[in-house]
Each structure stands twice: as C-alpha cells, then as structure tokens.
C-alpha cells in the first residue's frame, strides 16, 4: 500500500514540475532561462499578438495569358532576326502567325516548341499552347508566387511567418505580430511588373489627350478614346499625388503595347536619395542580356520618350538622350522613403507570375489582442473563483481536493501548451475556462456518488472506493464525447477553432489524469493515515 | 452536508406529454432554421456569408448616426453598424463580397479618417472574406456537423444497447437545435464561433444523458420487481442533484466567460449557457421517454 502511494505520489509531483520548468519559458522570465528550455513556450495566435492572416489565389488562367502574350511578342523578334516575313499576333489563347510558309512552321518547330499546330486556314496558321503545357505554366506559377512572397517577407523582416499553399491554387501567409498591416498587405500582393515602354508621340491622337485628370475620369477617357488608338498602342496612366494638397491626379499616356524591356532582367534595387530635390528613388542595375538589351533600345530611340511602368502604372518618362550603355537606370517618382524602399523589396524578389486575387484578410491591431488577452484573463479567474468558492462551500474538504486538482489541471494544461509549442488563441483562453468547469465536474460525479454510498451506510473507505469504482465509466463516456468533438474541431476548423479544439483536446486527457490519480491518491491518503470516522463532503 | 436538493419524488415519466410538446417546438424551431440557413434567410455570420467587417475603436464615445454620415460621405452604404457596449467600439459590416475583397475595408477606414483624425481611431481588425472562402467554410462546418454526429453516434452504439443509443441521439440533435433555433428567434449571427459552440454542446449533452443513463440501466438490472416507468423516475430523482450540479459548475465558467470574455466570446459563451440549460432539460425530458417508449415491452436488463 504505501509503496503504492509513492509512485502515485512521484508521478504527481514529476507532473507538476515539469510543468512548471515548460511554462516557465511562457512567462516573462524567459530571458533568464537556459537556453534549451527557451524554444518552449505557448505561441500566441494570430487574434491575441495581432497580425494578419492572408489567402490568396494566383489568377493561373492570367500566366498562361502573359506566357501567350510573350510567346507572340518572342516570335514577332525571331521573325525580324531571321528576315522572315512574317507576323504574330495573339487571339485569346491562340497566336495567330501568317503567312502560311514552310520556313514559318520551320522555325516555330524548332524554336518554340511549346507552341502546337492547331489549324491552318486560308494562310494563317493557328498555334496554342497544348493542355499540359498550360497546367505546366499554371502550377509553377504558383511555385513561383509562392517563392516571391517569401523573398519579399523575408525581407521586410517578419518573425515567425507561415507561408503555404493550399488546395492546388492558393497561398496562405500568415504574418504574426506585424503592426504596419497595411504595408505588409501591399507588399505582399504588389504584381510588380516591371516594364519599359515607348511612347507614341508621332501619334495624332497622343496630342488629342488630357494632359492630367481626376482618377474618376479614368474609365471615361479610356472608352472616348476606345476606337481611336492606333493598332498595337495603348494608353496608360501615372498616378501622382500633390504633397501639399494630397489630391491625386493621372497623366495620361500613349504608348507602344509592345515591352521593350521588362523586369526579368533585373540584378540589383536599391533606394537612394536625389542630392537636389532630396527625395529619393529606386535604382536598377540589368544583367549581362538586360544590359544589351537597355543599350541597344535606347541606342534605336534617342530623343523619344520611355515609359518606366510598373503594374500598369507609368512612374515616369523621361526622353532618352544618348544610348545608355552599362545597365543602369533608375525609376523616380513622387514617392516618400517608405514606399521607395518597398518598391526596391518588391523589385528585387521579382515579379510574381500572375495577379494574385485576394480570398480572405483577417488582419488584427495589437491593441486588440491585448484587450482579448486581458478580457480572457478576467472571464478565466471570475469563472476559477466561482467554481472554487462553490466547490468548498458545497463538498468542505472533498471541495479543497477537488480545487487542488483543478490547480494541477491549469498547471498541466499550461506546461504540455507550452511544451508542445502550442497556439494559443481567444477561443483557446475559452476552451481552458470551459476545462475549468468540466475538471471539476468529473469530481462532482465522483463526490455524489460517495454521498450516496455514505446514505446506504458504508464506511468513508468503501464509499471512496465505490465513489471511484461507479463513476468511472460515466466520466471515463464523458470525456470520449468530448474528445470527439475536439477531433472532429480540430481537422475541419481554421485557426482560431484549431486552438479551441487543442486545449479542449489536451484538456481532456489531463482531466482523466487528475480526476483518476490526482484526487483519489489525496483520498487514499487521508483515509489510510488514520481510521475515518467520518468523510467531510 | 448542504444539499441543493433532498432526496425527490418527482414524476418525471408522467409529465412526458407535456415535454413532448415543448421538444417538438424546439426541434421544429431548430429545423426551421436550418432550412432557413440553407436558403440563405438567417443571419449568417461574414466568415460563412463571405463580406467584411472593420472593428473601430474610438478614443471616445462616437454615435452610431455619425459614423454612418461618414460613411455615407465616402460612398458607401449598405453597411451594418453595430455598438459594442462599455467599449468606445464600432463594428461596420457588409455582405456584400466585391470581386476584389481588399478593396472594400480600404474603403470604409479612408472614409471614415476624412472625419475623425488618426489619433482619434485605431483600426482594431477587418475581416474580409471572399465568396469562395465563404462557401468552404460554409462546407467545412458542415462536414463538421455531421462528422461529429457521426463519431458519436458510433460510440454511443458501441457502449450503449440500442434504446439507449437512440434516445442519447434524439437528445442531442434536439439540443443543437433548440440552441440554434433560440439564436435565430434572438436574431443572433450564426458564425463559425457558434457552430463551435454547437459541436460543443453536442459532447456536453451526450455527457449529461449518460450520467441519466447509467443509472438508469444500473436500476433496471437491480429493481427487477418495478416497472419500468417507475425504476426511470426514481433513477433521474435519484441523480437529479447530480445532474444539476455538474452543469452548474461548467456553466459558472460559460458565465463568466459570457460577463468578462470579450465580444467575440460573448455569444459562444451565450451558446453554451443555453447548451447546458437544454442538454440538462434533455437528458431528462427528451432522453429517458425515448427509452421508456422503445423498452416498455422489450425490457431488456430485466430479464
């Protein structure tokens, strides 16, 4: 018997000290702690730090588009390189290509072989791009938005950001803790492409242009102008914004659809500051092929003017004035500090393949989550005080045992969340005070069944015994149900729920624990010690 | 020792028809509202409907009428407003998805900083979710349900013998639905946090019913001489104090959650006190005459 009692007890008293040492690092003497025992602690959840909690979806059908587009635009060159005559011009998914010559299929066969034959008809050929080709160009695009995200939240230095893909085309970030919401969410979802365009100036319709409009009128000027523009043009606009009177205005711009250069070129972006103005830009340095390409495109369009457009979006446009060799350039603008070192991030981790379209934004402020934690604080001991008040008042002692279980069952709880590195969430701080409540219900089972027995007449020490014996089952089906629900909670909630779903999980567990050994060892004891007369319950 | 209850003589089983009646209220209620659910008529909260919702808290007390003229000003209307009590907060919502889901919390909070400056208001969260976030989550809760109903149906069965397993299961289906009946008639939003607090329920009231059920089966094998409405009577009178007792203590701890635990707790908490209320009133009122019903001539144990 009382060597019985020694290991019931050892067990206890292990349990209670290893969940004090993995707690420990949750509490605010983490700093003075070892080192291995700082990686433990609870996490908190996005809705109790702050942060956000990002899904988006990579528009697939738009990076096949662009791969068409540039596939067309790639074709158009090699036709010039060769001296064939010949076009290409892109039709929805198709690129259409005429004349109808062997040396064009030649060529296409052997350079692009991507592109399948789909028809020929009265001297235009029809190419496309094959099925598994575009599921290709789909999934790595989003392999592809996936890595330039990271780079980009790498670089804008979050700690501890979740970054994965889900269900085939979308992407979950989750960036814990940051306060500049905003910012990230900009950062994160910027297309960034970068793209270097000729104005078409010679154009009689370039001079028919506002120079300067509200952005409402946007759509207006797009559909006046609508039949007007000439083949292979486009109008764009640039978005500035006045200092003083923070009223945004768009230039208003015609220019070649065709890119002359675009960002995939890019080595290097960095923020600096203009000595004369005092404001600062972003510049760029190419690679080897971007650098020949830059030279030999302003070398071919001195004394006209190049757009510096970036999602659509002309940041400037300034006239070329002599070939520029080296591969430098730089992109002004009326930006402040903040955004030019966002546009230098966004440059340097690449453009993303394909438009992102966001899903869901969950984003919450710190000041929230403080608010939670404190109002969770609170529920949790009001609700603690009650059922312990409660508990002593209605069983006496048998009360205290069960209030001293349900301080291990706190203390358990909090050192396997925090040995587990668990997240903690608001209706994780929930789950817990409910686990307050039920802890002491498998006592209540158990201290009413002993009334029982005590009524029938018993000794103290059968009526524990049998106390224990009878309710075991009946808590033993309680707290399968529960688990059950915690499953079921955990594989089909989302965060929040996830955490709701842990601590009522583990809670379950640790209950059978302490309801089973912790209080019946206390009973044992007492009523081994000395011969019962009489059970306070 | 204090006893909230001394030992009772109720007649439960005789009171059967008139609870009858009240449960089949409920469920109708409850079933009312799910068909009301699926054809988009309830209050459904934004995580399930797709939409967006900003959270403002103000530095000092801001009336509603003003925030909407803000609002109004910038463009946009359509939107739910809502006070938080004893907190200087404002809930905007709207369920209308956009096609671009960022754009429209962008929207709302430059409208409203034309007209209070930035220290005056600090964004608390936004939520948006989009039509297709929505719909998943819409199907995930629902595969929720029904796993649950399932894992506990099984297990119900594999412990209990057949009456016993149909009466738990009546019991808790009534349950969830009385809860979620009580919170369409309140006019509260269905969201994620409650259907949480529904499966939730679903295990508490299983847990309930099977305290009633132990004992139940634990007299019908030792009282072979009593008939089975009188073993079912003495039985619930017998754990009565019991089954109230055990509820009360988990629902002391939703109280206090429901009081202190903030405004995304306040109606999981609220779903929970009326679980308990409902799971008690059913082990003893929805459960126990399902068994009489199916075992009255069967009377197995008795044997």
């Given at each position: 018997?009382?060597?019985?009692?020694?290991?019931?007890?050892?067990?206890?008293?292990?349990?209670?000290?290893?969940?004090v040492i993995f707690y420990l690092p949750s509490t605010t003497l983490k700093g003075a702690l070892p080192e291995w025992l700082q990686k433990y602690g609870i996490v908190l959840g996005l809705d109790l730090q702050g942060?956000?909690?990002?899904?988006?979806?990579?528009?697939?059908?738009?990076?096949?588009?662009?791969?068409?587009?540039?596939?067309?635009?790639?074709?158009?060159?090699?036709?010039?390189?060769?001296?064939?005559?010949?076009?290409?011009?892109?039709?929805?998914?198709?690129?259409?290509?005429?004349?109808?010559?062997?040396?064009?299929?030649?060529?296409?066969?052997?350079?692009?072989?991507?592109?399948?034959?789909?028809?020929?008809?009265?001297?235009?050929?029809?190419?496309?791009?094959?099925?598994?080709?575009?599921?290709?160009?789909?999934?790595?695009?989003?392999?592809?938005?996936?890595?330039?995200?990271?780079?980009?939240?790498?670089?804008?230095?979050?700690?501890?950001?979740?970054?994965?893909?889900?269900?085939?085309?979308?992407?979950?970030?989750?960036?814990?803790?940051?306060?500049?919401?905003?910012?990230?969410?900009?950062?994160?979802?910027?297309?960034?492409?970068?793209?270097?365009?000729?104005?078409?100036?010679?154009?009689?319709?370039?001079?028919?242009?506002?120079?300067?409009?509200?952005?409402?009128?946007?759509?207006?000027?797009?559909?006046?102008?609508?039949?007007?523009?000439?083949?292979?043009?486009?109008?764009?606009?640039?978005?500035?914004?006045?200092?003083?009177?923070?009223?945004?205005?768009?230039?208003?711009?015609?220019?070649?659809?065709?890119?002359?250069?675009?960002?995939?070129?890019?080595?290097?972006?960095?923020?600096?500051?203009?000595?004369?103005?005092?404001?600062?830009?972003?510049?760029?340095?190419?690679?080897?092929?971007?650098?020949?390409?830059?030279?030999?495109?302003?070398?071919?369009?001195?004394?006209?003017?190049?757009?510096?457009?970036?999602?659509?979006?002309?940041?400037?446009?300034?006239?070329?004035?002599?070939?520029?060799?080296?591969?430098?350039?730089?992109?002004?603008?009326?930006?402040?500090?903040?955004?030019?070192?966002?546009?230098?991030?966004?440059?340097?981790?690449?453009?993303?393949?394909?438009?992102?379209?966001?899903?869901?934004?969950?984003?919450?402020?710190?000041?929230?989550?403080?608010?939670?934690?404190?109002?969770?604080?609170?529920?949790?001991?009001?609700?603690?005080?009650?059922?312990?008040?409660?508990?002593?008042?209605?069983?006496?002692?048998?009360?205290?045992?069960?209030?001293?279980?349900?301080?291990?069952?706190?203390?358990?709880?909090?050192?396997?969340?925090?040995?587990?590195?668990?997240?903690?969430?608001?209706?994780?701080?929930?789950?817990?005070?409910?686990?307050?409540?039920?802890?002491?219900?498998?006592?209540?089972?158990?201290?009413?069944?002993?009334?029982?027995?005590?009524?029938?007449?018993?000794?103290?020490?059968?009526?524990?015994?049998?106390?224990?014996?009878?309710?075991?089952?009946?808590?033993?089906?309680?707290?399968?149900?529960?688990?059950?629900?915690?499953?079921?909670?955990?594989?089909?909630?989302?965060?929040?729920?996830?955490?709701?779903?842990?601590?009522?999980?583990?809670?379950?567990?640790?209950?059978?624990?302490?309801?089973?050994?912790?209080?019946?060892?206390?009973?044992?004891?007492?009523?081994?010690?000395?011969?019962?007369?009489?059970?306070?319950? | 020792?204090?006893?909230?209850?001394?030992?009772?003589?109720?007649?439960?089983?005789?009171?059967?028809?008139?609870?009858?009646?009240?449960?089949?209220?409920?469920?109708?209620?409850?079933?009312?509202?799910?068909?009301?659910?699926?054809?988009?008529?309830?209050?459904?909260?934004?995580?399930?409907?797709?939409?967006?919702?900003?959270?403002?808290?103000?530095?000092?007390?801001?009336?509603?009428?003003?925030?909407?003229?803000?609002?109004?000003?910038?463009?946009?209307?359509?939107?739910?407003?809502?006070?938080?009590?004893?907190?200087?907060?404002?809930?905007?919502?709207?369920?209308?998805?956009?096609?671009?889901?960022?754009?429209?919390?962008?929207?709302?909070?430059?409208?409203?900083?034309?007209?209070?400056?930035?220290?005056?208001?600090?964004?608390?969260?936004?939520?948006?979710?989009?039509?297709?976030?929505?719909?998943?989550?819409?199907?995930?809760?629902?595969?929720?349900?029904?796993?649950?109903?399932?894992?506990?149906?099984?297990?119900?069965?594999?412990?209990?013998?057949?009456?016993?397993?149909?009466?738990?299961?009546?019991?808790?289906?009534?349950?969830?639905?009385?809860?979620?009946?009580?919170?369409?008639?309140?006019?509260?939003?269905?969201?994620?946090?409650?259907?949480?607090?529904?499966?939730?329920?679903?295990?508490?009231?299983?847990?309930?019913?099977?305290?009633?059920?132990?004992?139940?089966?634990?007299?019908?094998?030792?009282?072979?001489?009593?008939?089975?409405?009188?073993?079912?009577?003495?039985?619930?009178?017998?754990?009565?104090?019991?089954?109230?007792?055990?509820?009360?203590?988990?629902?002391?701890?939703?109280?206090?959650?429901?009081?202190?635990?903030?405004?995304?707790?306040?109606?999981?908490?609220?779903?929970?006190?009326?679980?308990?209320?409902?799971?008690?009133?059913?082990?003893?009122?929805?459960?126990?005459?399902?068994?009489?019903?199916?075992?009255?001539?069967?009377?197995?144990?008795?044997?």
């Amino acid at each position: 018997m009382k060597k019985n009692f020694f290991w019931r007890l050892s067990l206890i008293t292990a349990a209670t000290l290893l969940s004090v040492i993995f707690y420990l690092p949750s509490t605010t003497l983490k700093g003075a702690l070892p080192e291995w025992l700082q990686k433990y602690g609870i996490v908190l959840g996005l809705d109790l730090q702050g942060g956000v909690h990002l899904v988006y979806e990579v528009d697939g059908d738009k990076a096949v588009d662009v791969t068409v587009e540039r596939l067309t635009s790639s074709l158009a060159n090699t036709f010039n390189e060769k001296k064939i005559e010949a076009r290409a011009e892109k039709k929805g998914p198709d690129i259409i290509v005429s004349p109808d010559t062997d040396a064009v299929k030649k060529t296409i066969s052997e350079q692009f072989p991507n592109l399948s034959l789909e028809s020929v008809s009265e001297g235009k050929i029809v190419y496309n791009l094959d099925a598994q080709e575009i599921k290709r160009i789909k999934e790595s695009s989003v392999e592809q938005a996936l890595e330039t995200i990271r780079n980009r939240v790498d670089e804008f230095g979050v700690t501890e950001p979740t970054i994965h893909t889900q269900s085939g085309n979308e992407i979950v970030i989750q960036l814990p803790g940051i306060k500049d919401t905003k910012r990230a969410i900009e950062l994160v979802g910027k297309t960034a492409i970068l793209e270097f365009k000729l104005l078409d100036d010679e154009s009689p319709v370039a001079a028919q242009l506002p120079g300067s409009i509200l952005p409402s009128e946007a759509p207006k000027i797009l559909e006046q102008f609508a039949g007007q523009i000439p083949e292979g043009d486009e109008i764009l606009f640039g978005r500035e914004r006045n200092k003083e009177t923070g009223v945004e205005t768009l230039t208003v711009y015609l220019m070649k659809k065709h890119a002359l250069l675009t960002g995939e070129f890019l080595t290097e972006a960095r923020v600096n500051i203009d000595q004369r103005y005092n404001e600062p830009y972003v510049s760029i340095s190419f690679d080897s092929v971007g650098s020949r390409l830059f030279e030999q495109v302003t070398a071919n369009n001195v004394k006209k003017r190049l757009a510096i457009i970036l999602d659509n979006n002309v940041y400037s446009s300034p006239v070329i004035q002599e070939k520029i060799a080296g591969g430098n350039a730089q992109i002004s603008g009326s930006f402040g500090m903040q955004e030019a070192k966002d546009l230098a991030i966004v440059l340097r981790s690449g453009s993303l393949p394909a438009p992102l379209k966001m899903l869901q934004n969950l984003t919450v402020g710190p000041s929230l989550g403080r608010d939670s934690i404190n109002a969770g604080v609170k529920a949790g001991l009001v609700g603690a005080a009650l059922v312990v008040v409660f508990m002593v008042i209605y069983y006496r002692m048998a009360g205290m045992i069960a209030d001293f279980a349900l301080v291990l069952n706190i203390l358990y709880l909090l050192g396997v969340l925090s040995a587990f590195n668990a997240t903690l969430t608001l209706p994780g701080i929930a789950g817990i005070i409910l686990a307050i409540g039920m802890a002491v219900d498998s006592n209540v089972l158990m201290f009413e069944r002993m009334r029982e027995e005590l009524r029938l007449g018993k000794t103290p020490r059968a009526a524990i015994d049998s106390g224990y014996d009878k309710a075991f089952w009946t808590i033993f089906d309680s707290h399968v149900t529960t688990l059950i629900t915690a499953v079921v909670l955990f594989q089909f909630g989302t965060g929040p729920i996830k955490g709701f779903a842990v601590t009522l999980g583990v809670g379950v567990f640790i209950n059978l624990f302490t309801a089973l050994v912790g209080t019946k060892t206390i009973f044992d004891i007492i009523s081994s010690r000395r011969e019962m007369k009489e059970l306070s319950i | 020792m204090i006893e909230i209850l001394k030992a009772t003589k109720i007649d439960f089983m005789g009171k059967r028809y008139y609870a009858l009646a009240l449960t089949a209220i409920m469920s109708v209620l409850g079933l009312f509202t799910v068909i009301q659910i699926s054809r988009g008529a309830a209050n459904l909260g934004i995580d399930f409907a797709g939409g967006t919702a900003v959270q403002i808290k103000f530095n000092e007390r801001v009336p509603l009428k003003d925030v909407r003229q803000a609002l109004l000003s910038g463009g946009i209307s359509d939107v739910e407003l809502q006070d938080l009590p004893g907190e200087n907060k404002v809930l905007i919502s709207t369920k209308k998805s956009e096609e671009n889901i960022g754009d429209v919390s962008k929207k709302m909070i430059s409208a409203l900083s034309q007209k209070y400056s930035e220290s005056s208001m600090v964004v608390d969260s936004s939520t948006e979710i989009g039509p297709k976030v929505g719909k998943k989550l819409r199907t995930d809760a629902l595969w929720a349900v029904i796993a649950a109903i399932i894992g506990i149906l099984i297990y119900i069965t594999i412990r209990f013998q057949f009456r016993f397993s149909i009466g738990a299961t009546v019991a808790t289906f009534h349950d969830v639905l009385a809860v979620l009946g009580i919170f369409y008639l309140m006019g509260k939003e269905i969201n994620l946090i409650v259907v949480s607090a529904l499966l939730m329920i679903a295990g508490y009231s299983l847990t309930d019913t099977v305290v009633v059920f132990d004992r139940i089966r634990e007299n019908l094998r030792s009282r072979l001489k009593k008939s089975t409405v009188e073993v079912i009577n003495e039985s619930i009178n017998e754990v009565l104090s019991r089954t109230i007792i055990v509820s009360l203590t988990t629902f002391f701890s939703a109280a206090a959650l429901f009081a202190f635990g903030g405004e995304v707790i306040h109606d999981f908490a609220l779903a929970i006190m009326l679980g308990i209320i409902v799971g008690t009133y059913s082990s003893i009122f929805v459960a126990s005459p399902i068994v009489l019903l199916l075992g009255k001539d069967v009377a197995m144990g008795k044997k």
